[in-house]
């Protein structure tokens, strides 16, 4: 069952504008972690932040946590019309379950040039 | 270098045949994943190995669903008797060492579709 879940859904945006997506999760966290999903294959990971940092950057990509509401952000600056993907959250299993990431329902993110 | 591949790409079968999904990972890394993606249900965890053991087995759905992995390398999951709510895109991932702060590399996945 999916721990996650992302606001908005659906996000849709002109080139060159900002967009943020949101993930709620419902354990504690070892870390979190987003990915990119094209056309519904492959899952390439962007990037990933651990429950003792607050926020971290990668290039036009800019993600926060915030450990005490449960909840991250990916911001991704300047968008390009190839930034079109589902993407999605996945926070790190603990225990037994330490091997699985459990994803979040993901938002699909359009770009129109 | 290679990445994680699949086969096959596509695979259409009909209702109550048993299927083997193949995952070739990263030469080297020792923890292999498998996943599902389907509508309905979102991208869910199936098995990890870590060499050829699974310590979590935990997502399998049925003991329709068995999954193996011999020389530490190649991973087959085999579905038997499938049924059309087994129709999904299989994934499978690998990482080096299965420590939770590496990066899983995803394949591009099997699409499984059950007549």
């Known amino acids: 069952s999916q721990q996650g879940e992302e606001d908005p859904q659906a996000l849709s945006i002109q080139e060159g504008e900002n967009a943020t997506m949101n993930c709620s999760y419902k354990?504690?966290?070892?870390?979190l972690q987003w990915y990119r999903q094209n056309s519904g294959r492959g899952l390439v990971h962007l990037i990933l932040?651990?429950?003792?940092?607050r926020e971290k950057h990668s290039g036009r990509l800019r993600v926060t946590l915030d450990t005490s509401k449960k909840s991250s952000s990916l911001l991704i600056t300047a968008s390009r019309a190839a930034d079109t993907a589902s993407y999605f959250c996945a926070q790190r299993g603990g225990g037994t379950s330490y091997g699985k990431l459990t994803f979040g329902q993901g938002t699909i993110l359009t770009v129109h040039p | 270098g290679a990445g994680v591949s699949q086969s096959p790409s596509n695979k259409v079968t009909e209702k109550g045949k048993d299927v083997e999904l193949r995952c070739d990972p990263i030469?080297?890394?020792?923890?292999l994943y498998w996943y599902r993606q389907s509508l309905g249900q979102g991208l869910e965890f199936l098995i990890y190995?870590?060499?050829?053991?699974?310590?979590?087995k935990s997502g399998l759905p049925s003991d329709r669903f068995s999954a193996e992995r011999t020389g530490g390398s190649v991973s087959t999951l085999t579905i038997q008797r499938t049924q059309q709510e087994d129709s999904a895109v299989y994934l499978c991932?690998?990482?080096?060492?299965?420590?939770?702060?590496?990066?899983?590399?995803f394949g591009p996945g099997t699409r499984l579709t059950v007549l």
């Open positions: 030469s080297g890394h020792t923890a």
């Open positions: 932040i651990r429950s003792n940092e």
């Open positions: 190995f870590q060499g050829n053991s699974a310590p979590d």
């Open positions: 354990t504690s966290i070892n870390n």
């Open positions: 991932a690998s990482s080096v060492s299965g420590w939770s702060t590496d990066t899983q590399y």
